[in-house]
């Protein structure tokens, strides 16, 4: 199944950045939706709910990959999850779910941070 492309057809980007539109395409992508095109728009607007300005061409950060990931898998929390640092009041449930159930990994840094395209990171 073909989930991800290069950069371009002659670039690959392993280090670079992932822009919100690629993620939420890997998204749509990685649970088939692409092959099915009366499911890409409902779910596409399902995972853009509560991100408070989706822009395709910016990077997406780690909270708000954490919000697109929660409203298409819809986990139920498990575990208290403390979370530190700064966290958006907009991603908290999506972040605190995901990291209970062992979706997302507690990632060193600010989950405000650009979103990596290196393998550990959008995994």
Known sequence: MKV???KSATRFDPDGTITQGEFS????????WHTM???VEPNKQQMMSGLPDYQPDSPVTRQMAAVMI????QAEPGAKVTLRGETDAWAVEAITTLVSQGIMDRIPGSIRT???TSVPNSC
């Not at 395409?25 to 088939?32: F, M, S, T, V, Y």
């Not at 929660?70 to 898998?73: A, H, S, V, W």
């Open 4 to 6: 991800m492309d290069g």
């Open 25 to 32: 395409e890997l998204l749509l992508r990685a649970h088939g």
């Open 70 to 73: 929660q409203n298409l898998r």
């Open 37 to 39: 095109p009366y499911t």
């Open 114 to 116: 650009a979103l990596s």
